[in-house]
């Protein structure tokens, strides 16, 4: 199988440093120096599909742009590129959201992936006018994707649950092909609903041995429901032409993090319910020494942003390796990111994709063959502050 590969929409906003937000952080504006405006955001999009990404994805939240809205706009700059958009089961009916999303198939030919966010942070679930604690809303979620896979198949349903009752739900117009369902989480129920109705299961960027262990128990809960599930992987990268070039720039991000931001940021996502946010703080404990938590695996991104909190670092044949470890052990997707992300898109599309395409594990949806070699991929001086 060929690697898939997806990039992210800083709808928060872009820098040449990291720009935090994400579970258990502050709620401020968009920030960094580069806003999310649909021009850059644009710039983005457009080289992710020429770089041969197939997807974008996009976050939701009070720090963030709202991912429904952004991305149908940034649908009519580019032609191919997908949009994972992550949504948040409670928000909107069932009925309505998969209504929503068959609009959305139809009218960008087919491009929307949902990404499904249960919530981690009571806090800001109340904030949107959702009262219900974290196991409920993972129930919820279960319901919730139930109805609209329901829908999406042209049934007429009917369901009175814990959370969410519908009756005679049915959509006049069904997408041609329903929107894949991509789908995180670390604790048993998260697991469950993974099992019964995801058709990707994602994870933070943790070492081999403890993704692996996290395959091995969704796969497990997967056969038990007679299916099957992908698995993908959410990252950061810094790629260089160099392993020691790719280092100074993880350095030079890691000095512009004021102590003060990193203690209130790791204070802020102590509080968090999320059991996959309690594994990214386990692996510095916010502490900025010994963050090369595997090899080139960087842990220093989450001192200062929640969620998915791990860069690849390193040369590009560096990355392109371990991205080949991740794939032995069952990922085939990857969600990468990297600041700023315009640049960052270039160094990991111009140096790392052309070296996994030769092993025979990507492939450019359109292009036959690569480009002609260069010495250095163009945005150079990404590394200046």
């Not at 009916?93 to 198939?105: D, R, V």
Request: glycine fraction near 12%; hydrophobic fraction near 40%.
């Amino acid at each position: 199988m060929s690697l898939t590969f997806h990039w992210f929409l800083p709808t928060n906003g872009d820098s040449r440093h990291v720009v935090g937000g994400g579970h258990g952080t502050p709620v401020t504006a968009a920030g960094g120096d580069r806003p999310p405006t649909v021009g850059y955001l644009a710039q983005i999009a457009r080289a992710a599909e020429d770089l041969g990404f197939v997807g974008a994805l996009t976050p939701t939240g009070a720090w963030c742009e709202d991912a429904w809205l952004t991305t149908a706009m940034l649908s009519r700059h580019t032609e191919r590129l997908k949009f994972l958009v992550a949504f948040r089961p409670g928000s909107v009916s069932p009925t309505l959201a998969a209504q929503m999303a068959s609009t959305y198939q139809r009218l960008t030919g087919g491009r929307l992936l949902l990404n499904i966010v249960t919530g981690g942070e009571s806090h800001e679930q109340r904030a949107y006018g959702d009262f219900l604690d974290k196991d409920a809303r993972y129930v919820r979620t279960g319901e919730f994707l139930r109805i609209v896979r329901e829908l999406w198949d042209g049934g007429t349903v009917d369901l009175e649950g814990e959370h969410l009752r519908v009756e005679g739900a049915r959509l006049a117009r069904l997408p041609e092909r329903a929107p894949e369902i991509y789908f995180g989480g670390s604790s048993p129920i998260a697991g469950e609903i993974a099992a019964r109705h995801t058709d990707v299961y994602l994870t933070w960027g943790e070492p081999p041995a403890q993704v692996a262990e996290k395959i091995e128990w969704v796969r497990a809960l997967a056969e038990k429901e007679g299916r099957t599930v992908r698995f993908g992987i959410r990252l950061h990268v810094i790629t260089r032409d160099t392993s020691e070039q790719a280092w100074a720039e993880a350095r030079r991000l890691l000095d512009g993090f004021d102590p003060e931001t990193v203690r209130a940021v790791q204070n802020g996502l102590a509080r968090s319910e999320s059991e996959g946010q309690r594994r990214m703080l386990a692996l510095h404990g916010g502490d900025r020494d010994g963050l090369e938590v595997s090899p080139n695996l960087w842990a220093g991104i989450g001192l200062v942003r929640g969620g998915a909190g791990t860069a690849l670092v390193g040369s590009h044949a560096e990355v392109a390796e371990r991205i080949v470890e991740y794939h032995r052990l069952g990922i085939d997707e990857f969600v990468l990111s990297g600041y700023p992300h315009l640049e960052e898109a270039y160094w990991f599309g111009e140096g790392v994709l052309p070296l996994l395409r030769r092993r025979g594990l990507w492939s450019h949806p359109v292009r036959t063959a690569d480009p002609e070699p260069v010495a250095r991929v163009p945005f150079a001086s990404a590394g200046r502050p």
